[in-house]
């Protein structure tokens, strides 16, 4: 078989003297301007470009400066479209941002998923979502569901609208009086937790507050807490799967964090933070997590979801629902008596100095 040698286009030389006036540009445009889209004006300069001068395989000197003024027009545009992407956006009132939903001409809650709800690495926050949910349907009440979004920001607008709910929250006696609570849906260990060579080991809690730099998520029950504790330097990050990237780079010394969450993401997340232990420093609070539902949610329809939760932990619900996300179903775990146990509805944090059980 006769092989046949590539065509050359003289489009695809380059010039190849000082006195050449001719030579292909035909990627310039393309290269400098249109692969920004940002720019609404590119959409109708593109098109006159393309017109113009796309049809020509070669440039002549005065072609060029007619294609440099296009591409440099739409250019400043995408620059100035783009800066306007990166601009902080004004922060608005808390009022603006709660939304009333109806249902059949009945006021809807919103339920808030919680945080990394999405993710099929992480069992928890699947299955608060689906406890709610079923607690709510069980219930007969109308709910629409709402997207993630900051933790601090979705606080505030529980705590300014008129039917929205935020879990899994630590029911503290700062928040009693913001919400109504139904509840428990879970139990946690506050811990601090740092590396396992480091000097804290093996100091008190009031000796840790006064002298370690401490990482604890903005808006959290943490914060206030550690702070009435005595806690001198604290540092306050939006979001959690931060902490552990500040305690590797020594910006903090101890972070403040749930156990199950700072596996994940030294774990799964990030192996890397294996290269040295992190271990729990000193257990110093349990706290028990409930459903936070706005203050202005009526108090009987309150009562019938906590009737509908008590009903999903008699009936073992609760526990099969804990099954299918692959959580521990042991029903004579410290954990899950006291879930199960009704008598618990109420209680919120205690105090555990040192003491993790």
């Not at 349907?137 to 609208?161: F, H, N, S, T």
């Amino acid at each position: 078989m006769r092989r046949t040698r590539p065509i050359l286009r003289k489009s695809s030389l380059l010039p190849s003297g000082s006195s050449a006036k001719k030579f292909d540009v035909t990627g310039m445009f393309f290269r400098y301007a249109a692969f920004l889209k940002f720019s609404s004006l590119r959409q109708i300069l593109s098109p006159l470009f393309q017109r113009l001068f796309l049809g020509r395989s070669v440039f002549k000197g005065s072609d060029i400066i007619g294609c440099s003024v296009i591409a440099l027009l739409v250019l400043a545009f995408a620059v100035q479209d783009v800066r306007a992407q990166y601009l902080p956006e004004p922060e608005i009132p808390v009022q603006q941002q709660t939304t009333d939903s109806f249902i059949n001409g009945k006021l809807a809650y919103t339920i808030h998923r919680s945080e990394g709800g999405g993710d099929p690495i992480r069992p928890e926050p699947g299955y608060f979502d689906d406890l709610v949910v079923s607690v709510f349907q069980d219930a007969c009440l109308p709910y629409v569901i709402a997207e993630q979004a900051p933790w601090k920001r979705v606080m505030e607008q529980a705590m300014q609208g008129a039917r929205h709910v935020i879990y899994p929250t630590t029911r503290t006696a700062d928040r009693e009086d913001s919400f109504k609570w139904v509840g428990p849906i879970s139990r946690t260990i506050w811990n601090l937790y740092g590396y396992a060579d480091a000097k804290w080991q093996n100091m008190p809690l009031e000796e840790i507050l006064a002298s370690a730099r401490i990482g604890v998520l903005l808006g959290s029950a943490r914060e206030p807490y550690l702070r009435r504790r005595g806690a001198q330097q604290l540092v306050l990050v939006p979001r959690e799967d931060l902490l552990l990237p500040m305690l590797q780079a020594d910006r903090v010394d101890l972070i403040a964090i749930g156990g199950s969450v700072l596996r994940h993401y030294r774990d799964i997340v990030d192996p890397s933070a294996q290269q040295r232990d992190i271990d729990g420093i000193l257990p110093y609070r349990s706290c028990f997590l409930y459903m936070a539902i706005s203050n202005a949610a009526p108090i009987d329809e309150v009562e019938t979801l906590q009737n509908s939760l008590d009903k999903n932990k008699k009936s073992g619900q609760f526990i099969e629902l804990r099954e299918k996300h692959g959580l521990s179903s042991d029903i004579d775990s410290a954990f899950l008596r006291a879930m199960l146990n009704l008598d618990n509805n109420g209680v919120a944090c205690l105090d555990l100095f040192g003491r993790d059980d």
